[in-house]
Nanobody
Framework: QVVESGGGSVQHGGSLRLSCKVH???????????MAWYRQAPGKERELVAT???????NYKDSVKGRFTISRDNGKRTAYLQMNSLNVEDTAVYYC????????????WGQGTHVTVSS
């Protein structure tokens, strides 16, 4: 089970740290999986924000580069998204996804955590 936390309401320029814990995953499954953060703003499609590979290689959506940092702690079965210099356009529901051949698609997504940035 994927569970996100850490969302909330902040003002423009503020920071939040999102967490994504994968419950029930053994270490090898989590450590071998690509972890990803997506977001979906009101009225828009879900979009990929950042990924971190098992080798800890990271990729980011252009609009968040330099502001967001994705990381992982395999021992805690947790991925993180540190978000700095937030702006109104970052307002969305943020979802975490674990990409593993050992976890079904239905179980790979969390329920999301809301992030609201006010001007």
């Amino acid at each position: 089970q994927v569970v996100e936390s850490g969302g909330g309401s902040v003002q423009h320029g503020g920071s939040l740290r999102l967490s994504c814990k994968v419950h029930g995953a053994i270490l090898s499954t989590f450590s071998g999986a690509m972890m990803a953060w997506y977001r979906q703003a009101p009225g828009k499609e879900r979009e990929l924000v950042a990924t971190v590979s098992p080798e800890r290689n990271t990729n980011y959506k252009d609009s968040v580069k330099g502001r967001f940092t994705i990381s992982r702690d395999n021992g805690k079965r947790t991925a993180y998204l540190q978000m700095n210099s937030l702006n109104v356009e970052d307002t969305a529901v943020y979802y975490c996804k674990i990409n593993s051949p050992y976890i079904s698609t239905e179980s790979s997504w969390g329920q999301g955590t809301h992030v609201t940035v006010s001007s």
